[in-house]
Structure formats: C-alpha cells, structure tokens
C-alpha cells in the first residue's frame, strides 16, 4: 500500500505540480502560435512521457505487467485523460491561458460531487460554502458582463474556448476519482505510463485519420512543444504519485493556484494580460477552494 503524506507535505507537493502544470500550458500557446495542433502537442507529450516511463520502469526492474482488469481500468482512464488533454489544449488554444485555466480549475467541485454522488459522503460544509463563492469569482474573472454587449457579446468571444475547458474539468474530475478507485495501489509512475500510453494511441490516431497532425512551423515552435512536454510529464508523473496519498477529492483543490502562476507567466512571456476585476475574480476563485484545503 503507498505510504500516506502529511497535509503539509501534500500541499507543499501540490502546489510545485500546480505551477509546473502552468508552464505547461504557457509552452503549449507558443507552440500552438507557431503552427502546432492541438493533436499534435498531445499526441508528442502523451507518448514521449509514456516511453520515458517505459526505460525507467525497466531500468529499474519494476513490475510492468499488471493483472487484465487493472489494465483494462487504466486503459478507461486513459481514455478519459485523452479526451481531458484535448479539450483543455483546445480551451488554451482559443482563450487567454489563465481564463482557460480557471474555467478548468472548477474540476474539485465536480469531483467533490461526483464522489458525494457515489456514495464516498457529504462534501464538507465549508467546501458546500466555497462553491458558489467561486462561481462568483469565475464570473469576475472571466468578465461575463463587463463587457458593452453583455453576456451576449462577451460567451460569442470566449465561449467555445470556456466550453472546451468546462469539458476537460468535468473529464479530469473523472480521472482522478476513478484513479483513487481503481488503481490507487498501483506505482503512480506505472498508471502514468498506461494512461499516457492509451492517451498518445487515441489523440495521434484520431488525429492522422482526419489530417489534423499539424507540427510547428517555426523553431520556438518546436521548443514551446519541447517544453509543454518536459512540462507536462513531470507534473502528471507526480500527481499521480502524489494525488492517491492524500485523498483526492480533499486535496485536489491545491492545483487551484494554477491558474494565478498561468497568469503570471503568460503575462511575463506571452504578454497577456487582464483587467483589476477579472485579477480580483481569479484570487476570489483561488481562495474559496484553496482556503478550505490548507485549514484542514
């Protein structure tokens, strides 16, 4: 059984992962302007991440033959990872990076309903209490009716891109409650290797079959595709590591500081940027789902 962290250790953890997620997500826009497909960029994270897992695990002797229904179970949660990492890359390719991000940061309220759902018990009053309280602060961050058209105008600007991140919370919030299920035994670099291995199959084939395999066209292309993929497959490594000790539907709401290093970051390096309300409804966001995490 995988020995349990400390609260302190388990945030402390989480909140490097959450920022590594964010330069993930920066990278994936510079390759994304520079002629990478959103199929593309998941397709050469997903696999290069697989087949670094692979020669280490062998390196290290490590069991790589798990029983039938336990590989039939990472394969389903693969699959789900697979749909996650499009729609969020889609979001990311269509609306400012931090924007997407807080959309696709609403995935521990789901998750904490969908494991009160199955029966895992009642979310605690204080996570029942920040719910709302962060929808306030989406609202604000996303500046639904700030603009002169109103929410008309401002859902025909941004709604596809909050639509595909809504999408990717509501998938990943699958994925991590059927990984503490399912595979919460198993060697977190193991289930990464199996759920990145299904998710470079699904993306790169649907991806040939309808030609949309695009590859950058410029050099900062190929190192923001380089990048999101070193990226990327440290933080999921470690999540999946570091996610079952804790209790997911508890702790996942650490990652919520994502969204704040994304827009820091995507300030910095890509120049975006967002207005004093939509700032103070990204940290609203940020601290009714974080503050109920650190005070337990």
Known sequence: MASQLSPRAGVLALLAIAVTFASNHVAARVAFDHGASVAAAVTVRSGVTAVALYFWLRAIGAMLAPPSPTLARAAAIGALVALQSFCLYSAVARIPVALALLAFNTFPMLLALLSWASGAGRPAAR?????????????????????AAGFAGRWAE??????????????????LLLTGRWLKEMDGRLRTLLTMGV????????????????????PAGWTGLALLTVFYGSAITALFVVLPRLGAANFAVVLNIEPIAALTLAWLLLGQAVTPLQLLGALIVIGAITVPALRR
């Not at 999408?167 to 990943?172: E, K, M, S, V």
């Not at 470079?200 to 950058?216: C, M, Q």
């Open 158 to 175: 941004i709604g596809a891109g909050v639509t595909w991140a809504l999408a990717a919370a509501l998938a990943f919030a699958f994925v």
């Open 199 to 218: 998710t470079a199959l699904i993306v790169g084939a649907a991806g040939a079959a309808s030609g949309g395999l695009a590859f950058p066209s410029e």
């Open 127 to 147: 996570t029942l209490v920040a719910m709302p309280v962060a929808l306030v602060g989406l609202a604000l961050a996303l500046d639904v009716f700030g603009q």
